[in-house]
């Protein structure tokens, strides 16, 4: 919910590689699948696309150039940035911070909304 940057690099989510889903790590409610994730070079997290009605959006004016920031449509907690510089079939990329996301594996069940 800060809206800070944990250090690139750091999250083992970054090298997660199994079937599965990622969630918020406040409220739970799915976010991205494990098909969307990709290698972005970035030291986080990254994906081409959300699941549906799962973020939301708004400017970021933080630094000198206007950002998208993006946050659970659920709870608000902060995630990451999406930038319009990546791969196909979007042309977005999703940089998310680790420590906002859990991963559930395929087969696992989903953990219960927080409320």
């Not at 000198?64 to 196909?88: M, S, V």
């Not at 420590?99 to 594996?105: G, I, S, T």
């Amino acid at each position: 919910f800060e809206e800070a940057t944990e250090p690139s690099h750091s999250s083992p989510l970054n090298k997660e590689k199994r079937a599965g889903k990622f969630v918020c790590a406040a409220c739970f409610l799915p976010l991205f699948s494990a098909k969307q994730k990709y290698e972005s070079g970035t030291g986080w997290p990254s994906f081409w696309q959300a699941l549906p009605d799962a973020v939301a959006t708004r400017t970021d004016y933080k630094l000198i150039w206007p950002r998208t920031e993006y946050h659970c449509a659920r709870c608000g907690g902060h995630q990451g940035h999406r930038f319009d510089d990546d791969p196909k079939p979007t042309g977005l990329r999703y940089c998310n911070n680790g420590l906002a996301l859990e991963f559930v594996a395929e087969g696992t069940p989903l953990p219960a909304l927080r409320t």
